[in-house]
Nanobody
């Protein structure tokens, strides 16, 4: 079982930035996938950005060009830099770590991001 802890959420105004952190109990290098998902009130959880095999990244169309994944292997941490935030980015953001193909992976407790003027 992988322990996953998110942090970095908060309340910001439209156009501002936030950086979310996802720290795990295992190395982030050898994961099958690792990434960020979000769930807004009344909506289903959706993929935001994932890294596959520690190398290939994939972003949702809604965040492409505004959000960027990066990692600190020494700290087992994956970051999500979110720029030019919009009110529609408001959601609880969750980190998911999948060690092996075919498994559901481990989720963190989530961190709230609110974009409002």
């Amino acid at each position: 079982q992988v322990q996953v802890v998110e942090s970095g959420g908060g309340l910001v105004q439209p156009g501002e930035s936030l950086r979310l952190s996802c720290t795990t109990s295992r190395s982030i290098i050898n994961t099958y996938t690792m990434g960020w998902y979000r769930q807004a009130p009344g909506k289903q959880r959706e993929m935001v950005a994932v890294v596959i095999g520690g190398a290939k990244t994939h972003y949702a169309d809604a965040v492409l060009g505004r959000f960027t994944l990066s990692g600190d292997n020494a700290k087992n941490t994956l970051f999500l830099q979110m720029n030019s935030l919009k009110p529609e980015d408001t959601a609880v953001y969750y980190c998911n770590v999948v060690l092996y193909k075919g498994t559901t992976g481990s989720w963190g407790q989530g961190t709230q991001v609110t974009v409002s003027s």
